[in-house]
């Protein structure tokens, strides 16, 4: 019973939290109290959130590095803005079905990284990816119906930046619920299994290469809906906007936000989304300092002190519902 | 333990003041028209969006000093866009937020592109210096000051086919740039209807630091010149690459080589000798204008300018043309972007304008009619070939 109200006092907040969030920047984009460039950074923010999420499943919770995340990134957006350029459906129906799109293409193409490189592990594994995303980039390129190294044009907007961005945030709110179900069900114990002692899940029965495919294809999938969100952002991609570096900048959000953790992901991704742009004052320093506020944040998240001072917070935290329960139980 | 917790100190003071930084540049002044700029500060593309920047911030300060139009003072911002569209785009916002009234940007075509629907949105008057993508001014309210890129390859496979007289060429372009994908593209479907073979179609990809496969082709043909449309940095890798294979054809390309003397010491420069390219602005040029451009710009920033500053200088002296002949006063100053925007963008193709890189109209699409130049370079400068 106890256990129950926890659970449920816990998703209440989130919920809450969801709802606020979202609350306070419609708020700010309708009476235009939020500075513009902060509202285009919100929809940016989103699709960031995304991909964080997707490959903190990938190399938090299954451990195995991926540098390839753009690759997918770039599938999603390719295939879902394509469908939505030549599609006469309804713009809103549209985005939806071209998200669905760019997911599963994006799935497609993990699914089949995964199963070729089973065998791969670690640093192999890394280098792998990292050829196969500057392999989909350079594809693109040379297939038609792209628009090639131009870039693709004209791809449908969805309205205000307010419409763009509830669109979006209603794939995060997705995004979420999907990979948090994930890594808290039996699964997702599978999975971490894996990353903490693949030896020891395999003697219990747990099938590592269908867990692997699995993660990843889910991974991508969400990266290709980020894509798709990315295309109809900005209504044009071009194969610059998915290069490794992307993939590099996605996985900083996850190491900063804390492998395997969720909550800390969706933090980091909207960090280093605002970074750049709150520093822009610094002028021609800015990416320097940038870099250094980066080494500094990773120094703190790091440090033992932080971490201690983490863990007595939660404590003190667990403690005092502890104690609002059995208030309440009296 | 002490020092995480300077370290945190001091990363949140960084950020404060770095939010006070970016919180307090709201437009402030009156009796002001606010010009906004966006282009590639840090990153690869740098060299052209300080450039631009550059350029733009001499003319603003000529037209300041001489009292301003009809009183009205220019206020120049510029912001870094990294030559990247979702960049690019939260760099507009935070230009809107400080107070744009007008564009001059941006100055990649990939960023530029990436905005249309924005600029399109706002209705406010833009002019790009050097987005040379078709695509690049889609918008009705968008205009240009230099030549696109088909426009220009179409130029250059007419210039070489009846001037120079050659038949048989050979091609060296970016396969993963635009821009040089895209003059490539114009200049083959000319050269082919005029009746000219391409003897060697090679390319390369952008992080390409060795160019044998390439060349050892080139040098197996029968061609008659070796055409590069291309940036001038790999083009003086490529020039150096081909003299080692003993590749003695003339090069000819496009404004993209414009400042290939700058990636050349000693006697490497004397390897490009001869070379050809097309471009607007040269900065040996005799004419006056020039002439004192050239020295304000060595004497502030103690370089020569290339195009691109000569494209920013000229696009603010548009703009400002564009505000004469509209009539604006000081009152207008007051108006927003878009109001403004439906004053300036129909005069636009009414005005004329004697700038750095030519005589220019507009037309109604938004390019530029202006006669190019062809350079040439002789005894280690670049001259005007006629």
Known sequence: ?330 | MKMAKRLLALTFALLFLAVGFAGCKKNDTADQLVIGGTGPLTGEASTYGTSVKRGAQIAIDEINEAGGINGIKLKFIFEDDEADGTKAKAAFEKLMDNGMQIFMGTVTSGAGVALNDAIKNEGLLHVTPSASQIEAIISPNSFRICFNDVDQGKAMAEYIYEKLGFTKAAILYNQDDSYSSGLYEAFKARWNELGGTISADTSFPKSATDFNAQLTKIAGSDAEFLFMPIYAEKAAQIVIAANSKNINLPVIGCDGLDGILNYLQGDNAKLVEGLIYYTPFIASDPSENVKTFVAKYKDKYNIEPDQFAADAYDAIYVIKAAIEKAGLTVEDTKLTAKALGEKLVPVMTQIEVDGLTGKMTFSESGEPTKSAKVAEIKDGKYVAKE
């Open chain 1, 1 to 330: 019973m106890k256990k129950l109200n926890s659970k449920l006092y816990r998703n209440l907040i989130m919920v809450a939290a969801a709802i606020a969030v979202y609350a306070f920047i419609a708020y700010g984009m309708n009476t235009n109290m939020l500075p513009r460039a902060t509202q285009t950074l919100a929809i940016k923010a989103c699709y960031n959130v995304i991909l964080a999420l997707s490959l903190n499943l990938i190399v938090g919770f299954l451990g195995e590095l991926s540098l390839g995340h753009a690759g997918f990134f770039a599938l999603g957006a390719y295939s879902g803005c394509i469908f939505s350029i030549n599609s006469s459906l309804p713009i809103e129906i549209r985005f939806f079905v071209a998200a669905l799109i760019g997911g599963t293409v994006a799935a497609v193409g993990g699914f089949l990284i995964s199963s070729s490189i089973l065998r791969l592990q670690g640093d192999y594994l890394a280098i792998v990816t990292l050829a196969f995303g500057e392999m989909i980039r350079s594809f693109i390129k040379i297939i038609p119906y792209t628009g090639g190294t131009s870039g693709l044009n004209g791809i449908p907007s969805l309205g205000s930046k307010f419409m763009t961005f509830s669109y979006s945030y209603v794939f995060v709110i997705i995004t979420v619920l999907v990979i948090r179900n994930i890594v808290t069900s039996r699964h997702g114990r599978a999975i971490t299994s894996i990353r903490d002692n693949a030896i020891a899940a395999e003697s219990v029965g747990i099938n590592i290469k269908a867990f692997k495919i699995k993660v990843f294809t889910v991974g991508a999938f969400f990266a290709g809906i980020a894509g798709v969100i990315l295309g109809h952002y900005i209504n044009f991609i071009e194969p610059a906007n998915f290069s490794y570096n992307v993939s590099i900048e996605v996985l900083v959000m996850v190491v900063l936000g804390g492998m395997g953790n969720l909550l800390g992901s969706i933090i980091a991704a909207v960090i280093i989304t605002f970074l750049p742009e709150i520093l822009r004052g610094f002028d021609k320093y800015r990416l320097l300092i940038y870099a250094i506020a980066l080494i500094l944040m990773m120094l703190a998240g790091n440090s033992p002190k932080i971490i201690e001072l983490r863990a007595k917070a939660k404590v003190k935290i667990m403690m005092l519902r502890r104690k609002a329960l059995a208030r309440k139980g009296a």
